[in-house]
C-alpha cells in the first residue's frame, strides 16, 4: 500500500528521539540525502538537536524504527558534528526552496519532501509543490485530519518525482549535483527562457553555461527583447 510506503518530511520534523527502551534525548531536525549516485537519493543520516544543541548527526545505520510518532535508536549511538559533505540537507536546502519542474517548465516551490521506505532505507522520491504541502506546513500535527476533509484530494495534490525536477543552485549552498541541469536540454527553448526570467542571475549563467552555443541562441531568441538584453549583459560578464 502505498500510504504505508510513504512519509512526508513536514510530518517527521520534531518527532521525539530515544534510544531503544530509554527517554527522549532529542527530536528531529533535518535527514541527510546523498543524491551523488543514487536515483532517488537515499537518506543517510538524521539530524536532531539535543539539549538545545545541534543538529548533530546519526548514521541511518543506528535507527532501529523510524515514524513520524517516535524515532528508536542504538544505545550508545554516536552522534557527530556536521561537516563538509556533499549530501543534500532536506530542511536546510530543499524545503520551502526553489526547484525547476521539468515537466511544466517553471519555477515552483517545495512544501513538502516526500519519501518512501524501500529495501534500502529511506529514499528521497519527490517534492510536493500543491496545496496538500502547504496544509502540511502550516498543521503539520493536524494535516492527515484536515486534508481527509477534502474531496477530491487530487485537486489540491501535486507532486513531482526526483527525476522531474531540478534545484536551484543558490539554494543548495556547496552541494554538487551529479550532472547539474542535465534535465533543462530537455525543455523548449521558450520554457528556458521562461524558467530564466523566475531566477536569480547567478542561478541563469548556471544554466546558461550547460547549454551549448545553439542552444543558447535559441534561448536568446525565444525571449522578449528586454530580457534578452539582460541575458545578454550577463554573457558578457
Known amino acids: 500500500d502505498r500510504d504505508q510506503m510513504t512519509l512526508y518530511f513536514r510530518t517527521l520534523l520534531g518527532a521525539p528521539i530515544a534510544a531503544t527502551g530509554g527517554n527522549e534525548i532529542g527530536h528531529l531536525d533535518d535527514l541527510l540525502a546523498d543524491a551523488r549516485y543514487a536515483q532517488p537519493p537515499r537518506v543517510m543520516r538524521i539530524g536532531a538537536r539535543l539539549d538545545g544543541r545541534g543538529p548533530r548527526w ?12 517516535r ?10 558534528l556536521p561537516g563538509r559533505t556533499h549530501q543534500l540537507r532536506l530542511r536546510a536546502q530543499l524545503l520551502d526552496h526553489q526547484v525547476i519542474d521539468l515537466v511544466g517548465g517553471v519555477v515552483t516551490r517545495v512544501n513538502d519532501v516526500v519519501l518512501a521506505r524501500t ?10 509543490v500543491g496545496l496538500t504541502g502547504l496544509v502540511r506546513a502550516l498543521a503539520p500535527r493536524r494535516s492527515r485530519r484536515l486534508l481527509g476533509r ?4 487530487s ?8 527525476a522531474d525536477i531540478d534545484p536551484v543552485e ?10 547539474a541541469h542535465a534535465g533543462i536540454q530537455y525543455l523548449s527553448s521558450k520554457a528556458i527562457a521562461r524558467v530564466l ?19 543558447v541562441a535559441a534561448v536568446l531568441e525565444a525571449s522578449d527583447p528586454r530580457f534578452r538584453r539582460r541575458l545578454i549583459a550577463q554573457l558578457r560578464h
Not at 155 to 162: G, K, N, P, S, V
Open 58 to 69: 546519526l548514521d541511518r545505520a543506528a535507527v532501529r524504527s523510524f515514524d513520524a510518532t
Open 71 to 80: 524515532i528508536e535508536i542504538e544505545p550508545g549511538a554516536i552522534w557527530q
Open 170 to 179: 543558490s539554494a543548495i549552498d556547496h552541494y554538487q549535483l551529479v550532472d
Open 119 to 128: 529495501p534500502a532505507g529511506l529514499a528521497v522520491t519527490g517534492v510536493d
Open 150 to 153: 477534502v474531496h477530491p484530494r
Open 197 to 215: 526570467r523566475s531566477l536569480r542571475p547567478s542561478d541563469r549563467l548556471a544554466i546558461l553555461n550547460t547549454l551549448d552555443g545553439e542552444s
Open 155 to 162: 485537486a489540491w495534490q501535486r507532486e513531482l518525482t526526483w
